[in-house]
């Protein structure tokens, strides 16, 4: 191409947006005649945590229409919001839940989950009568009948099998493993003992592959019993077969959903930071009795135990970290499970994941991207997921504040879109109060 010409397309492609903006007004502006404008906002690039100020961003029919530092003005049934010193992330998605077999509770846990940003969630919970629910949710929600974020099926739970090793379930081509296995899961596979360890625990009296346990019953808890095991495989841990391991899970794909915060909840099962949550008037009170009955019961538990479950917690960070390091991909979770799952409040458990993984040293952006671009990664799903482009689906979060700056930030959710409805903070603060108050009265 001549330098002539490269002049003339570069003052066509000058002129363009002028010539756009005139048909649209007159006063340099682009009219709008539907749907919603996001304007004056900071776009958050997912891929590399850029910035984007000053951007004005067209949603409607569920979908992103426009993004454009061109002033977009509303006309018709269009409303313009100014989010001025706000970033627009996209809607959160919660990668590990058992929500939908509890869909019809009142309250429901959809006005929890959306306050706290969530968008969609894979259920974990995939039975014939779960999925038939997750698909008429969906289509309420879509019809506008209900708000509730995306129910994604993909798979059920994925627990190792105790019986084989996470190398060989790997190969064997198993796409993503959950709470890093379960019980001691993977962390089997990077003791040097392994080979001696994993039968005996098989023979044993051990109760696998739940300890220190998933508690639903109190008087289940098995924690003492089975910390001697957890020691063993703590001090035969050998880093650099956790390495290896990592480094065939990048190979072949496999990836992983910690939940962290389940890990957590259930090795600082008395902590007073659980007990204590003001966000527990969420739960309700039979749920809310079963956990401080198994806080009593973690109260008992030996030291010695405690102390083993509490280092066994802190090798699961340390293997989850390096497990990034070496390439495998990563995604969040919360694991929440009414009261199966022992003081995780719906929505709020994902950012309690957020700042796990933050303590397990990740990123602000890698936090993000592991509910975000990640997980719409893993689902084939990133032509409509996991980053604000034109074109994507229209699920947002609208932060006060930087979240590539401090991982807290992620937590301070001004409003949310879902499929381009815009829900203020005002609107998300009444949804939550209305729940709290159904509770109250029960
Ligand atoms: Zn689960």
């Excluded at 001090?235 to 990836?255: H, I, M, P, Q, R």
């Excluded at 957590?264 to 659980?274: E, I, M």
């Excluded at 699920?395 to 930087?402: G, R």
């Excluded at 930030?409 to 729940?435: E, T």
């Amino acid at each position: 191409m001549t330098r002539h010409k490269h002049a003339f397309l570069g003052a066509l492609s000058a002129l363009l947006p002028i010539l756009a903006a005139c048909g649209g007004g007159g006063d340099g502006g682009i009219d709008v005649a539907g749907g919603t404008i996001l304007q004056n906002a900071t776009v958050v690039n997912t891929r590399d945590g850029s910035l984007a100020a000053g951007m004005n961003v067209h949603v409607e029919g569920g979908k992103i229409r426009r993004i454009t530092s061109q002033p977009l003005r509303a006309t018709g049934g269009a409303q313009a919001i100014d989010v001025s010193g706000k970033y627009v992330v996209p809607g959160y998605l919660d990668m590990h839940a058992h929500a939908v077999e509890s869909a019809d509770r009142d309250p429901p846990y959809w006005p929890m989950m959306l306050a706290s940003g969530i968008t969609g969630f894979r259920e974990e919970s995939d039975s014939p009568a779960n999925m038939e629910r997750g698909k008429v949710l969906n289509q309420d929600s879509a019809a506008g009948r209900v708000l509730a974020p995306e129910v994604i099926f993909h798979g059920g739970e994925a627990h190792l099998n105790p019986t084989i090793s996470a190398r060989d379930a790997s190969n064997a081509g198993a796409p993503s493993f959950d709470h890093l296995g379960a019980g001691w899961g993977l962390l089997m596979d990077c003791s040097s003992e392994e080979q001696t360890l994993r039968p005996a625990a098989l023979a044993g009296s051990l109760k696998p592959p739940f300890p220190p346990t998933f508690v639903t019953n109190p008087r289940a808890y098995d924690g003492a019993q089975n910390a001697p095991f957890y020691q063993r495989i703590l001090d035969t841990y050998d880093e650099a077969k956790c390495v290896e391991l990592s480094k065939l899970f990048a190979k072949n794909g496999t990836w992983q959903t910690l939940t962290l915060i389940r890990l957590r909840t259930q090795d600082y099962g008395n902590d007073a930071q659980y007990r204590n949550d003001p966000n527990l008037v969420y739960i309700d009170k039979s749920t809310r009795a079963i956990w401080q009955q198994v806080g009593d019961q973690f109260a008992k538990l030996p030291a010695s135990a405690v102390t083993t479950l509490q280092q066994f917690y802190e090798l699961q960070k340390r293997v989850s970290k390096l497990m990034k390091q070496n390439g495998v991909k990563i995604m969040a979770g919360s694991d929440f499970s009414g009261d199966m799952s022992i003081w995780l409040v719906p929505g709020v458990s994902l950012h309690q994941e957020f700042r796990e993984l933050a303590s397990a040293g990740f990123s602000p952006l890698e936090v993000l991207q592991m509910a975000t671009r990640d997980p719409a990664e893993f689902l084939g799903r990133q032509s409509s997921l996991g980053s604000v482009e034109e074109g994507k689906d229209a699920d947002l979060v609208v932060l006060d504040a930087n979240p590539v700056a401090d991982v807290a930030n992620l937590d301070r959710i001004s409003a949310v879109v879902l499929k381009g409805r815009y829900l203020s903070g005002a609107a998300l603060g009444k949804m939550k109060a209305d729940a709290a108050a159904a509770i109250a009265r029960q």
